[in-house]
């Protein structure tokens, strides 16, 4: 096994190299999806602008950064969307 179950985060390998990237990736994703709120839930379209750690359901018929992602989580971290799919009962 590779990730967690329930969030998919990545574990750190015994050999890997850059192991901080991994770390990294982790603590993002816990940062938008443990204990969530999300700015909005009617945009098909990202916003222009948005603050650092805003977080979106995508309404249907995305396009943009968004296109292909109707109904998952988008998350604006570091100058980039990151996209999350929901689980069962979130």
Known sequence: MTQTPNLQLSYILAAQEQKHV???EALRALDALVQMAVVGRNLALPPVS???GARYIVAASPS???SGHTGKIAAWQD???QIYTPREGW
Do not use: E, I, V
């Open 22 to 24: 991994t770390h990294n």
């Open 50 to 52: 948005p603050l650092n």
């Open 64 to 66: 943009g950064a968004w």
């Open 79 to 81: 100058g980039a969307w």
